[in-house]
T-cell receptor
């Protein structure tokens, strides 16, 4: 078990460019979450998947953001036309949940840090 | 007003001290309460998980939940320099499937 893997770990881009982050969850986990964390703040929920279905998106996720989880395995988070306000740590987490629901125990990756110049 | 309030610190204590970390919340629907530890430039890792009210102990860590006061605590006994990290409280309401985090409290334990 290699844990949750995120790539790239750090991305520096110019305003207006597109960026994509990848998350590989723990293999048997059916839930995958994306959170955003800015300096001095706790993680904020962005979206989550149950297998390949995206079940909820936060209002924080503007139209420039899109997330996918094809085949219920890895996930990608794309940000189009980046803005300086998008600079943050993007955290991916996965969990294994049963029929009773709930988030389960979230296992986080080390995050992908985005710097928009 | 944020749903979850947490003093950002920093909290600086000598090695061996008892540390008390706290969060308050406003949403009475929260039923699941967690504490995560986050080292610098790392992802959060789960320390303690409590359902509804009560106490839970795990080694040097004790989590308490007081739903009547909307107040949760994490106690760390015999604190060590390796405990130096940011501690995040997190909560979840029934049937919502997402955690709401506090801002985190930065703890420094000096030798």
């Amino acid at each position: 078990d290699t844990g949750v893997s995120q790539n790239p770990r750090h991305k520096i881009t110019k305003r207006g460019q597109n960026v994509t982050f990848r998350c590989d969850p723990i293999s048997e986990h059916n839930r995958l979450y994306w959170y955003r964390q800015t300096l001095g703040q706790g993680p904020e929920f962005l979206t989550y998947f149950q297998n390949e279905a995206q079940l909820e998106k936060s209002r924080l996720l503007s139209d420039r953001f899109s997330a996918e989880r094809p085949k219920g395995s890895f996930s990608t988070l794309e940000i189009q036309r980046t803005e300086q306000g998008d600079s943050a740590m993007y955290l991916c987490a996965s969990s294994l949940v049963g029929p009773s629901g709930g988030s389960g125990e979230l296992f986080f990756g080390e995050g992908s840090r985005l710097t928009v110049l | 007003q944020k749903e979850v309030e947490q003093d950002p610190g920093p909290l600086s204590v000598p090695e061996g001290a008892i540390v008390s970390l706290n969060c308050t919340y406003s949403n009475s629907a929260f039923q699941y309460f967690m504490w995560y530890r986050q080292y610098s430039r790392k992802g959060p890792e789960l320390l303690m998980y409590t359902y509804s009210s009560g106490n839970k102990e795990d080694g040097r860590f004790t989590a308490q939940v007081d739903k009547s006061s909307k107040y949760i605590s994490l106690f760390i006994r015999d604190s060590q320099p390796s405990d130096s990290a940011t501690y995040l409280c997190a909560m979840e309401a029934e049937n919502t499937d997402k955690l709401i985090f506090g801002t985190g409290t930065r703890l420094q334990v000096f030798p």
